[in-house]
């Protein structure tokens, strides 16, 4: 999506005869969005990406909410949560609305199903683990920090290495996006952005997988997967070009913004969709002037429900978090930092914090597998005193 690539053999023209060395074409498929107006890529394949055995039904998704309660300020410790092996199967559904849900697993299997989203495109960050994201585009390495953007519609696997892996999975119904704000009329990212085109990585080369049988792969669609056998490995691709695609960015890579005194949450934008937007809040040094009160005000999220995922259990605002730790702070209730937190970073220089926040405009639900691992003393953390 954000820069124009091109892989392996291609012929001069768009749809034009492409032969292969016996002679017959080699079948032509764009995977692009928005019905031929939005990105995508035009893929040479080697046997017909319609080939499909059969079809089955593979799974439900029905993702289970928790009873209303009353509106309240959450604490989730999602690093406490136990999953299945399956990068991809044993999601456990957290926090959702019908603009963009998120999950976490975390995984063990060294290789996984050969899947695609076709009803939300993904944004996964790599809070620890490495590994391959493989896909007809080419294999893309992956590792701790990464935030990794498959467009729906495209086929992949997670290939891991041995080591422990957590992912967290933001699936958005809208486009994910990099900030209109940090790009200029031509899409190139701007002077002064977070971060530039040299940040972002794209795959290597398609591997070209030639083989012929019975090759399954679960598809996502209207909440439920099913299983697509198709007659060839879907990653027969010998060339593609344009702008859809799997590509990565490493949240060590996003230069924050330091001011005198305190900068607000825009300046940590990342990414954006339909109804949210994603911060990355990173090591940096504080904001320098002698009486800056480094930690944020007291706010109210107006129109906003408020997610913070800790990858590191500092936090310059916030006590009794660890790694893992999610906060939602909803439309409704101010919210600000916990008792002796704005005082005790006055003359600080430095934070090591490290989270992603996902702001959404519409509310979110929270799911039933999150009631197991939430910290419900946190709604009345912010009492001082010997009531506290
Ligand atoms: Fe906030």
């Known amino acids: 999506m954000p820069i124009y690539q091109q892989r392996g053999r291609l012929p001069r023209k768009r749809h034009v005869a492409f032969r292969r060395e016996d002679g017959g074409l080699y079948p032509e498929e764009l995977v692009g969005n928005k019905g031929f107006a939005g990105a995508s890529s035009l893929l040479y394949h080697l046997r017909l990406p319609t080939a499909v055995k059969s079809v089955r039904p593979f799974r439900e ?3 289970e909410a928790e ?6 300020h959450r604490h989730l410790r999602s690093g406490r949560l136990e999953t299945g092996p399956s990068p991809v199967l044993d999601r456990v559904p957290l926090l959702w609305n019908d603009d963009v849900a998120l999950s976490l697993v ?9 899947y695609r989203n076709a009803q939300a495109d993904e944004l996964v960050y790599v809070t620890e683990g490495e590994g391959d994201l493989e896909s007809a585009f080419g294999n893309l390495a992956f590792r701790d920090g990464d935030y990794l953007v498959v467009p729906r519609g495209i086929v992949h696997r997670y290939r891991l290495s041995p080591r422990p892996a957590r992912l967290l999975v933001i699936e958005s119904a809208g486009e994910v996006r990099l900030p209109k704000r940090y790009r200029n009329e031509h899409g190139q990212l701007l ?27 679960l598809v996502k669609a209207g909440n439920r997967l099913t299983e697509v056998v198709l007659a060839h490995h879907p990653f027969d691709v010998v060339g593609w070009d344009g702008y859809y695609y799997p590509w990565a960015f490493n949240i060590h890579d996003f230069e924050p913004k330091v001011a005198r005194i305190h900068l607000p949450p825009p300046v940590h934008q990342t990414f954006e969709g339909d109804g949210w937007v994603v911060c990355s809040f990173c090591p940096r040094p504080y904001d320098f002037d002698k009486e800056a009160v480094p930690a944020p005000y007291n ?21 009794g978090i660890e790694v893992g730790s999610i906060t939602l702070h909803p439309d ?13 970073s006055i003359g600080k220089t430095w934070t090591d914090e490290l989270a992603v926040m996902l702001d959404t405009f519409r509310p979110l639900r929270v799911g039933r597998a999150a009631l197991a691992v939430e910290d419900t003393a946190y709604t009345t ?3 001082e005193g010997p009531s506290a």
Not at 191 to 211: K, N, Q
Not at 332 to 337: A, E, I, N, W
């Open 381 to 383: 953390s912010w009492l």
């Open 299 to 319: 706010h109210q999220n107006v129109m906003s429900d408020e997610v913070l995922y800790y990858a590191s259990a500092r936090f310059m605002s916030r006590k």
């Open 191 to 217: 002077e002064g952005a977070p971060f530039s085109e040299r940040d972002i990585r794209t795959p290597g080369a398609p591997s070209t997988v030639d083989e012929t049988g019975e090759f399954p792969i």
């Open 61 to 63: 998704l029905a993702w």
């Open 332 to 344: 409704g209730l101010p919210h600000g930092p916990q008792p002796g937190k704005a005082e005790e």
């Open 106 to 114: 975390r995984p063990s299997t060294r290789e996984d199903v050969l």
């Open 67 to 72: 009873e209303r309660g009353p509106l309240r």
